[in-house]
């Protein structure tokens, strides 16, 4: 069966800090592969998804950047954080086409 | 219009209870629907897809209108486990779209 990890669960950042969330799945070759963002009370928000290694599509105009450096590999970055990137952060994976994604538990990132 | 419409709530129900929530969203040619549940601080989870014909997992029935462009999820005898958001997912793609929307969520709560 496949999983997902991600990682680390909880992190507090100073304004200005650089950010690396990684997110690995196991179990299954060529996944798509998502980063999102809630908000605290808001809906979840498509960050960037990839079909492939080192194929990124980004959904929003931000300071994050993503990264697919492996097949089942996804990394979310930022050099310089802001006070309005404090949210949940979570990576998700589907198999190709219109499948349900499923979910990794989750970051939660507060920036001070 | 937005491109997927869930019911505000909150819904606050008794236990044993039958709750729906419906969800409308706005482009004719979505191909895939489903609905996840979220605990409180906790990341998504599917709970079904939904397809043409109607399903049934259980307690809960998820219906498709296309016509009406609607979907609505039936839980029955409701569980104090039930207490949950709801979130409508469409895929607004087909093919080589990968993306899901996700809606806002209604927020249940099953009360003893």
């Known amino acids: 069966s496949q999983t997902i990890h991600q990682w680390p669960a909880t992190l507090v950042q100073p304004v200005g800090s650089p950010l690396s969330l990684e997110c690995t799945v196991e179990g299954t070759s060529n996944p798509n592969l998502y980063w999102y963002r809630q908000a605290a009370g808001r809906g979840l928000q498509l960050l960037f998804y990839s079909v492939g290694i080192g194929q990124i599509s980004s959904e929003v105009p931000q300071n994050l950047s993503a990264s697919r450096p492996q097949d089942r590999q996804f990394i979310l970055s930022s050099k310089k954080l802001l006070l309005s990137d404090s949210g949940f952060y979570l990576c998700?994976?589907?198999?190709?086409?219109?499948?349900?994604?499923?979910f990794g538990d989750g970051t939660r990132l507060s920036i001070l | 219009r937005k491109e997927v419409e869930q019911d505000p709530g909150p819904f606050n129900v008794p236990e044993g209870a039958t709750v729906a929530f419906n969800c409308t969203y706005s482009n004719s040619a979505s191909q895939s629907f489903f609905w996840y549940r979220q605990d409180c601080r906790k990341e998504p989870k599917l709970l079904m897809s939904?397809?043409?014909s109607g399903n049934e997992d259980g307690r809960f029935t998820a219906q498709l209108n296309r016509a009406s462009q609607y979907i609505s999820l039936l839980i029955r005898d409701s569980k104090l486990s039930d207490s949950a958001t709801y979130l409508c997912?469409?895929?607004f793609g087909g093919g080589s779209n990968y993306k899901l929307t996700f809606g806002k969520g209604t927020l249940l709560t099953v009360n003893p």
């Open positions: 997912v469409v895929n």
């Open positions: 939904v397809y043409s």
């Open positions: 998700a994976w589907s198999f190709q086409g219109d499948e349900p994604q499923h």
